[in-house]
């Protein structure tokens, strides 16, 4: 594999775990919010990564094989908590309101997650970089 297809591989790793943390963020950030239907209810968002492996494809106008994209972002579809709160102004005529189904804990370790494959993507290229230093400099001699 040349240098050249180290960093784009890498590169579109990157960009896919950065979309991965911010999810996480934002599910963490909506984590507490409540709703007066379970239809308005903030449900957990997930990436869904693709790879590219087979098939040259155009990315940032340059044609590569090989990397990941996020191909979508989905709802997860786990239901969400009922809450009995009838002194809350949006509660329903039953006195419930909803609140999201985001676990908190499992979006910490799925933010250590992507931080790790977002440092190891950072190493990548670094050594990628070094290497090709490296090249440069037996050239001179």
């Known amino acids: 594999m040349s240098l050249e297809k180290n960093f784009h591989v890498a590169s579109t790793a990157l ?3 950065m979309v991965r943390l911010n999810t996480v963020a934002t599910n963490i950030a909506n984590a ?3 709703a007066g239907t379970e239809a308005e209810a903030f449900r957990a968002r997930r990436p869904v990564f693709e790879s590219i492996l087979s098939d040259a494809s155009q990315i940032y106008g340059s044609e590569y094989e090989g ?3 996020v191909s979508d972002v989905i709802e997860d579809e786990s239901p969400v908590k009922k809450i009995h709160q009838p002194w ?7 006195g419930y309101v909803y ?3 985001v676990n908190e804990v499992e979006e910490m370790v799925e933010m250590l997650s992507a931080a790790r494959s977002y440092e190891n993507n950072v190493q990548v290229i670094a050594t990628s970089k070094e290497l ?5 400099d037996l050239t001179k001699a």
């Open 15 to 17: 960009a896919a775990q």
């Open 32 to 34: 507490g919010v409540v």
């Open 67 to 69: 990397g990941v994209i």
């Open 88 to 94: 809350n102004e949006i509660a329903d005529q039953d």
């Open 99 to 101: 609140a999201s189904n």
């Open 132 to 136: 090709t230093l490296r090249t440069l």
